[in-house]
């Protein structure tokens, strides 16, 4: 059924209705616009507070277990690019569906783009961390979306012009073209309409911009570290002496024996990175205790600090995944913090919680026995980069991270398990998770090519807390061969490993297990990561030739 606006159109216009695709992108490009100014207000004044990063937040809380466990199993450490991506593409599908339907039903149009806005901006100011201006990055998306819309939208409705000038039948001269008729005006179709949608092209090509470079110098904003980390790091009391050369001196592919920061896995739900000044840093201990404690960071690093060679592993982590990195951690131990507090009895967790609302349980026994878990401030001799939660995290050996691994940390609350669930916790994951005793093949590269005659087969072990005291290798179906293990930096950090193996022409299956300190040898059976960790033996596959 032909509407009012197309019938005005055609009166106006010759039966030329401006096309439904002009809305389309004028809704699309009022959504960039908004978002991406919106983005880089939220930098300036509220990071958090972003229309993208709060949406993007709801839709990780809302996402099924096993949807997230797919998507870091297969996007890794770009599960956040991906996420934003998908935000990002669904977003534009839905204002240009908005500009549609603004194209005959202008109010209702304008509105639903205000309700999208504000759903952005509910997103922003419910947020644990929120503060008195998070509204304000929503605001400017709906101020400047609906500026935008209104006014391309406004534009393409103006007619293209009456099909002749208004002096027809008036006496001018035929048409030099045919010889017929009067003369078309110069507003004509040719005229004005080529004119409006010119208008369009530079006022939506110049919103279009703005936007995406709002969005740009935001992200490079939020991105940027807190000024506070050239503090100079402060020296533990009792340095431990540098970590011996790694096999991979010698040895191609073998993971470092160190991992770099820049290399160090990072998963967390964190759309944004906290940005912290340790100025304005406090660390509460609350809960089930004696004394309520608050520490500033002068007073944390004024305690005494020792060092931790600790291996981090993420839950996710895929049988011979790379969700696991290694590295020398300075802070103080965790037991010294909260004997100050005084952990009573009736507590068997602490429920920490980080400045962006990430709450993780830990049992109180990881946080107060000889592991000498941290409250970490330096990681492999610098003070924490952001993106592994800088100024303060914890560092608790022997758990995987969502169980004791809080970055960003602002409070520990001492409680029961009974009382309080962490956000893992509350998704099914096991309340109590101790890494287990895994081992990964580094090199060769699964389905990569190797030259017949003499190679090495190696790659890294872990199992924290108790150590890794052999590696084996099997190839195909033949006999176990043990491996030559690297340098020893303790029970908390894996060893490297390798063996030179005789490699015949063929296709050939590349086994490896590890045994822990304990002598346990680790299974066999499969399981995947959810809910305490995944199981099995590491296997690729190779051609030599």
């Not at 009022?30 to 990063?53: F, K, Q």
């Not at 937040?57 to 297969?74: C, F, G, H, R, Y």
């Not at 990175?273 to 309520?292: C, F, M, S, Y």
């Amino acid at each position: 059924m032909t509407d009012i606006r197309d019938r005005v159109d055609e009166a106006t216009t010759g039966g030329a209705p401006p096309p439904r695709a002009w809305y389309a992108a004028a809704g699309a490009t009022a959504a960039v616009a908004g978002a991406g100014l919106g983005h880089l207000v939220a930098a300036l004044v509220a990071p958090p507070a972003s229309p993208v990063a709060a949406v993007g937040d709801i839709v990780i809380n809302a996402t099924p277990t096993p949807v997230k466990e797919w998507a870091v199993a297969s996007f890794g450490t770009a599960d956040k690019t991906v996420l934003v991506s998908s935000v990002l593409v669904v977003t534009l599908v839905l204002a240009a569906g908005i500009g549609v339907l603004a194209r005959a039903h202008r109010t209702s149009g304008l509105v639903l783009l205000l309700g999208l806005a504000a759903l952005a901006t509910a997103a922003g100011v419910t947020r644990p961390s929120a503060g008195s201006l998070s509204a304000v990055p929503g605001l400017v998306t709906a101020g400047v979306g609906l500026g935008v819309l209104a006014a391309l939208a406004r534009r393409l409705d103006q007619p293209a012009g009456p099909a002749v000038g208004p002096h027809e039948g008036r006496g001018l001269p035929p048409d030099p073209v045919d010889g017929s008729g009067p003369r078309p005006h110069p507003g004509g179709p040719a005229g004005a309409g080529g004119a409006t949608r010119r208008t369009v092209l530079l006022v939506g090509g110049a919103a279009g911009a703005a936007g995406v470079a709002g969005g740009l110098l935001g992200t490079a904003l939020t991105r940027r570290g807190a000024p506070a980390q050239v503090l100079p790091l402060p020296a533990a009391a009792t340095p431990l002496p540098p970590l011996p050369a790694g096999l991979d001196a010698g040895i191609p592919g073998i993971s470092p024996f160190r991992t770099p920061d820049a290399d160090f896995y990072r998963i967390d739900t964190a759309l944004i990175l906290p940005r912290v000044d340790p100025a304005d840093w406090t660390l509460t201990i609350d809960g089930a205790v004696d004394h309520e404690v608050t520490l500033t960071y002068a007073e944390l690093t004024a305690m005494p600090l020792i060092e931790k060679d600790i291996t981090l592993m993420c839950v996710s982590n895929e049988v011979g995944g790379d969700l696991v990195g290694s590295a020398r951690w300075l802070g103080v131990p965790v037991r010294e913090v909260l004997a100050r507090a005084g952990i009573r009895a009736s507590a068997d967790q602490v429920l920490s919680t980080s400045v962006d609302g990430m709450t993780i349980s830990t049992p109180v026994q990881a946080l107060t026995d000889d592991r000498d878990a941290l409250l970490a401030i330096g990681m492999n001799g610098a003070p924490l980069p952001t993106e592994h939660g800088f100024p303060v995290r914890l560092v608790t050996p022997g758990l995987y991270g969502f169980v004791g691994a809080t970055k960003w940390l602002a409070r520990m609350t001492a409680t029961t398990y009974a009382a309080q669930q962490a956000y893992w916790t509350e998704r099914g994951w096991a309340t109590d998770a101790p890494c287990l005793t895994e081992s990964r093949i580094d090199t060769p590269r699964d389905g990569s090519p190797v030259k017949a005659g003499t190679a090495v087969v190696g790659g890294v072990a872990w199992a924290q807390g108790r150590g890794i005291t052999r590696v084996e290798v099997r190839v195909d179906e033949g006999p176990w061969q043990r491996a030559v293990l690297g340098p020893d930096a303790g029970i908390d950090y894996w060893r490297q490993w390798y063996l030179r193996w005789e490699a015949s022409p063929g296709r050939h299956t590349l086994t490896a297990r590890a045994t822990d300190g304990l002598g346990d040898v680790q299974t066999v059976v499969v399981a995947d990561p959810f809910p305490r960790g995944a199981t099995g033996w590491p296997s690729i596959e190779v051609t030599v030739g």
